[in-house]
């Protein structure tokens, strides 16, 4: 990348830093002017990140010299396919929860506009960044907006909620200090390119310290992922959050997982003197675990808000796992699953709000009686029988519906092919002789079994709320409600239609990410930019 097109690599995270600092001299009262900004800035934030996906689909990885040091002396920005496809799920994401706040969420609280634009700040500064204490600082913009995001709304279940998130992530991130600590008193950088130069070399005592410092960072990020049983604060955060929120943050979760993603292979990979990532076999263990416990949530929730929280999990166990079998093709079916996912379960808390508007709390409570005790009123079902539905009504069961095939994995969605993309590299294992591992058959089944989970929990809360309602209110919904819920199932549509070449890109991104060699050298030589009169780089 040259030119004007070497600069866009540093816009996501210039364009929402400028949006929020601009949007803090407004006062509170000019929401609308705020909110024209805040989707303006957003707006372009995904137009930069689209040209930055087609200049990544390359053979070459974009780097950004800031101070105009290179690395391993100065900080650096890194483009790539993964980094690419992760600030365009974010902006997707940004553009679909704010549409939605901006029917009345944004009212309802102080600086929504302001810790949203810093909220996305962080998440685009985490996956640019190119060194471990950089990735620290956007990791704590990142968490310092989502604590109060968390928040918006106020309530005492939300600040219950938000009081048990922010302890727990403010625990990790004084992990994550220890553990840049001892790799930086081991290696003598943070440089993720240059420790990948130096992990190999290291040995004895330094080695333990090493591992011992990956161990603790490897924590922090597990906690951020979601693994059980370190997920226990995001379950209560995800279930009481505003839906606009809960929609946004399905990414913050995939942040931890894109760490691990890019970090293990990176470090302690079959280049970097290893015949398996480190900690494979605990990602292993820990992911079909999540997996599991995600599943048996899903089965038991009645509220939807705790089934799409639940939801989460199943998706960071899968992710997890797959990133444990350390295995290219594995890793390009669990990118896919990672995008079709994230956009399903956004969409599904964006629903959630939009369907219970029309539900009353305590004929929930009846529903849910009256289905455990068989005592239906049959003859007052069958005197309503041919009402006719509603067009809101439809509408939100046609999303219902498509989020309910999405989690469960049916075919023909998007759902299906990660999964089946899963499978297919799972018993075609090309990296290793040994055949078909008992673990692969075991992940097998935890994904078929989880997507039984999903179709059953959704066919209940789907027969309470459409089907059979004790007492049946059609909700008041806003266009600019409904748009982006159709716009994240739109997007799914879009993944399945186009399923080939966007898989294709997905298994590009995952050989670059397990043979990092050609991130490495571009990294550590990327000349500096001339000075004005310079001759060319020095």
Known sequence: ??????????????LPLVAGALLLLYDERRQFLKGVVNLISTLAMLCVAVTLLRFADGSTTGVYQLGNWPAPFGIVLVL??????????????AIASLMFSLARWHKVGAYFHTLFQLLLMGVNGAVLTGDLFNLFVFFEVMLAASYGLVLHGSGQQRVRAGLHYIAVNLSASFLFLIGVALIYGVTGTLNMADLAVRIPAVTGNDRLLLEAGAAVLGIAFLIKAGMWPLSFSLLNAYTVAAAPVAAIFAILSKVGIYVLLRLSPLFFGAEAGTSEGFGSKLLLIGGMATLTYGMIGVLASQAMARLAAYSVLVSSGTLLTAIGFSDTGVTGGALFYLVSSTLTVS???????LIER????????????????????????????????????????????????????????????????MMVALFNPAETATGVSTTAWVFTLLLILSGLSALLAMSRVGIRVFWA?????VPRVLIVEVVPIVLLLVLTLALTVQGGPVMRYMEDTAHALRAPTQYIQDVLSAPRVPAPGEGGAQ
């Open 358 to 421: 029309g539900q009353d709390p305590a004929a929930g409570i009846l529903a849910v009686t009256a289905e455990a005790f068989g005592d239906e009123d049959e003859d007052e079902a069958e005197a309503e029988a041919g009402v006719a539905l509603p067009g809101t009504l439809a509408i939100l069961g046609v999303c219902f519906g498509g989020c309910g095939i999405l989690l469960a994995g049916l075919p023909p969605l998007s759902g299906f092919i990660a999964k089946l993309a």
């Open 1 to 14: 990348m040259t030119g004007w097109a070497h600069h866009l690599i540093i816009a996501p995270i210039l």
């Open 347 to 353: 969409a599904f808390f964006l629903l959630i709000e």
């Open 80 to 93: 790539d396919r993964l980094t690419a496809l992760m600030l365009v799920l974010t902006s997707v994401l």
């Open 469 to 473: 309602p004790i007492e049946a209110v």
